[in-house]
Protein backbone atom coordinates (compact mmCIF):
# COMPACT_ATOMS: atom_id res chain seq x y z
CA UNK A 1 0.00 0.00 0.00
CA UNK A 2 2.76 2.52 0.59
CA UNK A 3 4.61 1.99 -2.65
CA UNK A 4 1.01 3.14 -4.23
CA UNK A 5 0.68 5.80 -1.90
CA UNK A 6 4.22 7.22 -2.69
CA UNK A 7 3.78 6.62 -7.06
CA UNK A 8 0.69 8.73 -6.57
CA UNK A 9 2.57 11.67 -4.72
CA UNK A 10 3.79 12.89 -7.65
CA UNK A 11 0.46 13.29 -9.52
CA UNK A 12 -1.02 15.11 -6.71
CA UNK A 13 1.85 17.56 -5.99
CA UNK A 14 2.04 18.04 -9.42
CA UNK A 15 -1.68 18.89 -10.07
CA UNK A 16 -1.70 21.21 -7.00
CA UNK A 17 1.42 23.10 -8.28
CA UNK A 18 -0.05 23.55 -11.88
CA UNK A 19 -3.82 24.63 -10.66
CA UNK A 20 -1.82 26.89 -8.42
CA UNK A 21 -0.26 28.64 -11.03
CA UNK A 22 -2.99 28.84 -13.40
CA UNK A 23 -5.18 30.13 -10.39
CA UNK A 24 -2.52 33.15 -9.62
CA UNK A 25 -1.91 33.63 -12.75
CA UNK A 26 1.61 32.68 -12.16
CA UNK A 27 5.17 32.07 -14.16
CA UNK A 28 4.24 28.75 -15.16
CA UNK A 29 1.26 30.03 -17.11
CA UNK A 30 3.51 32.65 -19.11
CA UNK A 31 5.83 29.49 -20.21
CA UNK A 32 2.54 27.47 -20.79
CA UNK A 33 0.89 30.41 -23.42
CA UNK A 34 4.66 30.83 -25.00
CA UNK A 35 4.35 26.68 -25.67
CA UNK A 36 1.11 26.76 -26.88
CA UNK A 37 1.57 29.46 -29.61
CA UNK A 38 4.81 27.40 -30.98
CA UNK A 39 2.88 23.86 -30.99
CA UNK A 40 -0.80 25.34 -32.25
CA UNK A 41 -0.85 24.53 -35.97
CA UNK A 42 -4.53 22.93 -36.20
CA UNK A 43 -5.18 20.36 -39.16
CA UNK A 44 -7.06 17.62 -39.67
CA UNK A 45 -5.21 14.71 -37.86
CA UNK A 46 -4.82 16.86 -34.72
CA UNK A 47 -8.72 17.17 -34.91
CA UNK A 48 -9.23 13.74 -35.33
CA UNK A 49 -6.76 12.93 -32.28
CA UNK A 50 -8.53 15.26 -30.06
CA UNK A 51 -11.94 13.10 -31.01
CA UNK A 52 -10.70 10.21 -29.43
CA UNK A 53 -11.52 11.92 -26.01
CA UNK A 54 -14.84 12.38 -27.04
CA UNK A 55 -17.68 10.99 -24.38
CA UNK A 56 -18.80 9.56 -27.71
CA UNK A 57 -15.86 7.56 -28.20
CA UNK A 58 -14.19 6.59 -25.15
CA UNK A 59 -16.87 5.67 -23.26
CA UNK A 60 -18.02 3.15 -26.10
CA UNK A 61 -15.18 1.40 -25.41
CA UNK A 62 -14.98 1.33 -21.90
CA UNK A 63 -18.41 -0.21 -21.93
CA UNK A 64 -17.85 -2.93 -24.58
CA UNK A 65 -14.60 -3.54 -22.28
CA UNK A 66 -16.55 -3.84 -19.19
CA UNK A 67 -18.95 -6.08 -20.69
CA UNK A 68 -16.61 -8.39 -22.18
CA UNK A 69 -14.16 -8.40 -18.83
CA UNK A 70 -17.44 -9.36 -16.77
CA UNK A 71 -18.52 -11.56 -19.33
CA UNK A 72 -15.02 -13.79 -18.82
CA UNK A 73 -15.13 -13.52 -15.23
CA UNK A 74 -18.56 -15.11 -14.94
CA UNK A 75 -17.78 -17.35 -17.47
CA UNK A 76 -14.45 -18.57 -15.37
CA UNK A 77 -16.87 -18.65 -12.09
CA UNK A 78 -15.23 -15.69 -10.40
CA UNK A 79 -17.13 -13.95 -7.45
CA UNK A 80 -17.85 -10.28 -7.76
CA UNK A 81 -17.05 -11.10 -11.71
CA UNK A 82 -19.01 -7.37 -11.88
CA UNK A 83 -17.23 -5.39 -9.52
CA UNK A 84 -14.02 -4.21 -12.34
CA UNK A 85 -16.96 -2.91 -14.09
CA UNK A 86 -19.07 -1.19 -12.03
CA UNK A 87 -16.28 0.26 -10.29
CA UNK A 88 -14.79 1.52 -13.48
CA UNK A 89 -18.18 3.20 -14.30
CA UNK A 90 -18.30 4.73 -11.11
CA UNK A 91 -14.63 6.13 -11.99
CA UNK A 92 -16.06 7.33 -15.07
CA UNK A 93 -18.76 9.51 -13.56
CA UNK A 94 -16.06 10.91 -11.36
CA UNK A 95 -14.74 12.32 -13.92
CA UNK A 96 -17.13 15.10 -14.87
CA UNK A 97 -17.88 15.38 -11.64
CA UNK A 98 -14.47 16.63 -10.41
CA UNK A 99 -13.77 18.54 -13.78
CA UNK A 100 -16.80 20.98 -13.79
CA UNK A 101 -16.04 21.92 -10.27
CA UNK A 102 -12.30 22.95 -11.53
CA UNK A 103 -13.26 24.21 -14.31
CA UNK A 104 -15.47 26.82 -12.80
CA UNK A 105 -13.16 27.31 -9.85
CA UNK A 106 -9.99 28.45 -12.10
CA UNK A 107 -11.87 30.17 -14.38
CA UNK A 108 -9.22 29.47 -17.15
CA UNK A 109 -9.67 31.35 -20.48
CA UNK A 110 -9.05 29.05 -23.77
CA UNK A 111 -6.01 29.74 -26.53
CA UNK A 112 -6.74 32.51 -29.16
CA UNK A 113 -8.03 29.30 -31.39
CA UNK A 114 -11.01 28.80 -29.49
CA UNK A 115 -13.92 31.28 -29.21
CA UNK A 116 -14.01 33.39 -26.28
CA UNK A 117 -14.89 32.05 -22.94
CA UNK A 118 -13.33 30.57 -19.44
CA UNK A 119 -13.22 27.55 -18.29
CA UNK A 120 -10.80 25.31 -20.36
CA UNK A 121 -8.58 24.02 -17.00
CA UNK A 122 -8.33 20.87 -16.48
CA UNK A 123 -9.07 19.77 -19.95
CA UNK A 124 -12.26 17.24 -19.72
CA UNK A 125 -11.30 15.33 -23.04
CA UNK A 126 -8.14 14.26 -21.59
CA UNK A 127 -9.50 12.98 -17.94
CA UNK A 128 -12.37 11.29 -20.09
CA UNK A 129 -9.73 9.32 -22.39
CA UNK A 130 -7.11 8.43 -19.49
CA UNK A 131 -10.24 7.00 -17.34
CA UNK A 132 -12.07 5.69 -20.05
CA UNK A 133 -9.09 4.00 -22.16
CA UNK A 134 -6.97 3.56 -19.04
CA UNK A 135 -9.67 1.38 -17.36
CA UNK A 136 -10.42 -0.74 -20.59
CA UNK A 137 -7.05 -1.67 -20.97
CA UNK A 138 -7.05 -3.01 -16.93
CA UNK A 139 -9.87 -5.04 -17.58
CA UNK A 140 -8.47 -6.18 -20.53
CA UNK A 141 -5.44 -7.27 -19.22
CA UNK A 142 -6.29 -10.06 -16.98
CA UNK A 143 -8.12 -11.87 -19.87
CA UNK A 144 -5.44 -11.55 -22.08
CA UNK A 145 -2.50 -14.55 -22.84
CA UNK A 146 1.08 -13.42 -23.33
CA UNK A 147 3.26 -10.73 -22.24
CA UNK A 148 3.68 -9.18 -25.67
CA UNK A 149 0.11 -8.75 -26.28
CA UNK A 150 -0.26 -7.49 -22.78
CA UNK A 151 2.42 -4.94 -23.31
CA UNK A 152 1.35 -4.14 -26.53
CA UNK A 153 -2.09 -3.21 -25.12
CA UNK A 154 -0.65 -0.85 -22.78
CA UNK A 155 1.82 0.58 -24.73
CA UNK A 156 -1.41 1.40 -27.37
CA UNK A 157 -3.14 2.70 -24.38
CA UNK A 158 -0.33 5.18 -23.47
CA UNK A 159 -0.26 6.32 -27.68
CA UNK A 160 -3.81 7.13 -27.49
CA UNK A 161 -4.01 9.05 -24.67
CA UNK A 162 -0.06 10.98 -25.50
CA UNK A 163 -2.31 11.34 -28.99
CA UNK A 164 -5.55 12.94 -27.20
CA UNK A 165 -2.86 15.37 -25.55
CA UNK A 166 -1.06 16.35 -28.36
CA UNK A 167 -4.26 16.37 -30.80
CA UNK A 168 -6.04 18.59 -28.01
CA UNK A 169 -2.46 21.26 -27.96
CA UNK A 170 -1.83 20.86 -31.50
CA UNK A 171 -5.48 21.89 -32.40
CA UNK A 172 -5.82 24.63 -30.09
CA UNK A 173 -8.56 23.45 -27.97
CA UNK A 174 -6.39 23.03 -25.03
CA UNK A 175 -3.37 25.27 -23.10
CA UNK A 176 -0.35 22.29 -22.61
CA UNK A 177 -0.68 22.59 -18.63
CA UNK A 178 -4.75 21.76 -19.20
CA UNK A 179 -3.66 18.24 -20.73
CA UNK A 180 -1.09 18.01 -17.96
CA UNK A 181 -2.96 18.64 -14.99
CA UNK A 182 -5.58 15.93 -16.17
CA UNK A 183 -3.12 13.80 -16.75
CA UNK A 184 -2.12 13.68 -13.50
CA UNK A 185 -6.15 13.83 -12.48
CA UNK A 186 -6.42 10.53 -14.56
CA UNK A 187 -3.13 9.24 -12.65
CA UNK A 188 -5.04 9.75 -9.82
CA UNK A 189 -8.05 8.22 -10.52
CA UNK A 190 -6.44 5.10 -12.27
CA UNK A 191 -4.93 4.42 -9.29
CA UNK A 192 -7.65 4.51 -7.40
CA UNK A 193 -9.31 2.12 -9.49
CA UNK A 194 -6.46 -0.56 -9.31
CA UNK A 195 -5.89 -0.24 -5.14
CA UNK A 196 -10.36 -0.93 -4.75
CA UNK A 197 -10.13 -3.68 -7.49
CA UNK A 198 -7.30 -5.49 -6.11
CA UNK A 199 -8.73 -5.13 -2.67
CA UNK A 200 -11.96 -6.60 -4.17
CA UNK A 201 -10.16 -9.16 -5.60
CA UNK A 202 -7.66 -10.35 -2.73
CA UNK A 203 -11.30 -10.91 -0.58
CA UNK A 204 -12.90 -13.20 -3.20
CA UNK A 205 -12.09 -17.14 -2.42
CA UNK A 206 -13.43 -17.78 -6.02
CA UNK A 207 -11.45 -18.98 -8.64
CA UNK A 208 -8.69 -16.71 -10.02
CA UNK A 209 -8.83 -15.64 -13.67
CA UNK A 210 -6.91 -17.47 -16.13
Known sequence: MLPVLLLLALPVVLFALITWQVVADGPLVGLDERLSRVLVQPDRCSELLADLG???????????????????????????????????????????????????????????????????????????????????????LPRLHGPYVRRALVLCCLAVNLGVGYGLVRRGYHWPLDV???????????????????????????PQPE
Open 54 to 140: NVQVAVPVLAIAGVYAAWRARGAGMERWWLPGVAAAVLMALVPALVVPLKELTDRPGTPVVPPGTGYYPSGHTATAVVAYGCAALLL
Open 180 to 206: VASWCLGALLIGGFVTFVGRGSRRTSG
